[in-house]
């Protein structure tokens, strides 16, 4: 079983930039494609970005294309979000997602992390 933690979020002015890291506790991260989501008050949790397992493929939805990267560190447990030129749509509660799929649908992923607040202002 995966626990994950995320980290990384905070209060930043519009084209700027941050880096989401999603730890995991269990030993068998390699073998789960991860996603991160994000979330705002009264809408449902959107797909923002996937990484297959050995981290060779990855996804993106259109608004993070361009702009955000995913990454993984499997030596450190870890799945990263770098977010450049961030808009204050932007802003949300933003999820990673552990998977033995890699999609853009919740369904297709096991464990959640918390979340990690990310404002960005115009």
């Known amino acids: 079983q995966e626990q994950l933690v995320e980290s990384g979020g905070g209060l930043v002015q519009a084209g700027g930039s941050l880096r989401l890291s999603c730890a995991a506790s269990g030993r068998t991260f390699s073998y789960y494609g991860m996603g991160w989501f994000r979330q705002t008050p009264g809408k449902e949790r959107e797909f923002v970005a996937a990484i297959s397992r050995s981290g060779t493929n990855t996804y993106y939805a259109d608004s993070a294309k361009g702009r955000f990267t995913i990454s993984r560190d499997n030596a450190k447990s870890t799945v990263y979000l770098q977010m450049n030129s961030l808009k204050p749509e932007d802003t949300a509660v933003y999820y990673c997602?552990?998977?033995?799929?890699?999609?853009?649908?919740?369904?297709?992923?096991?464990?959640w992390g918390q979340g990690t607040q990310v404002t960005v202002s115009s």
């Open positions: 997602a552990a998977g033995r799929l890699v999609g853009p649908t919740m369904p297709d992923y096991d464990y």
